[in-house]
């Protein structure tokens, strides 16, 4: 919605500046206002008209494509819940090439995802295998899944495994 304003809104100044020129130099060319006076005339409309729906109109598209890139990885993040979610394991492997994205990348937004409150799970690093489970089943977890080592709270709506570092995620 913004940038499609804001591309309008750049439109709509290149036709108030054309307008501008011409209401502000036919007479010039007639003779009945001076060559001062159009430019006068040009500069303060321009001041007035086309400069702020410029500014607002560039504002407007940079606000509008940040907006996409958001809602971009939104959808990247819904998309991997899902796959998590319906699968119950995934390899993220097979979630960086079904997003597009690289194993970074798949990370961050599973910490993202862990921050929000919207997954919980956990993920061996090392196997490469994110999980999908209960959090009401991890929280009276106390050995690790994968190795049975005893748990630590690594962070805010974490428990990593000293020994493996496979992760748990809760919400």
């Known amino acids: 919605m913004g940038r499609t304003l804001g591309i309008i809104l750049l439109a709509g100044s290149v036709v108030a500046c054309l307008i501008l020129a011409l209401v502000m130099y036919v007479p010039t060319v007639e003779g009945s206002r001076s060559a001062g006076a159009a430019t006068l005339g040009f500069g303060l409309g321009a001041a007035v008209?086309?400069?702020?729906?410029?500014?607002?109109?560039?504002?407007?598209?940079?606000?509008?494509?940040?907006?996409?890139?958001?809602?971009?990885a939104v959808q990247q993040q819904r998309k991997l819940l899902d796959m998590v979610k319906t699968r119950g394991q995934v390899a993220i492997s097979d979630l960086a090439l079904e997003l597009n994205s690289g194993r970074e990348a798949v990370q961050q937004m599973i910490y993202d995802l862990v921050g929000k409150g919207l997954f919980s799970g956990y993920v061996n690093w090392q196997e490469g295998v994110l999980y999908s489970r209960q959090a009401s089943q991890m929280r009276q977890e106390t050995k690790c899944q994968h190795c049975g080592g005893q748990l630590e709270l690594a962070g805010k709506g974490v428990i990593r495994c000293p020994f493996c570092g496979t992760e748990y995620f809760l919400d």
Not at 55 to 69: I, M, N, S, T, Y
Request: net charge positive; no cysteine; glycine share 16%.
């Open 49 to 72: 008209i086309v400069l702020p729906l410029t500014g607002v109109g560039a504002f407007l598209l940079w606000r509008g494509g940040q907006e996409a890139k958001a809602m971009a």
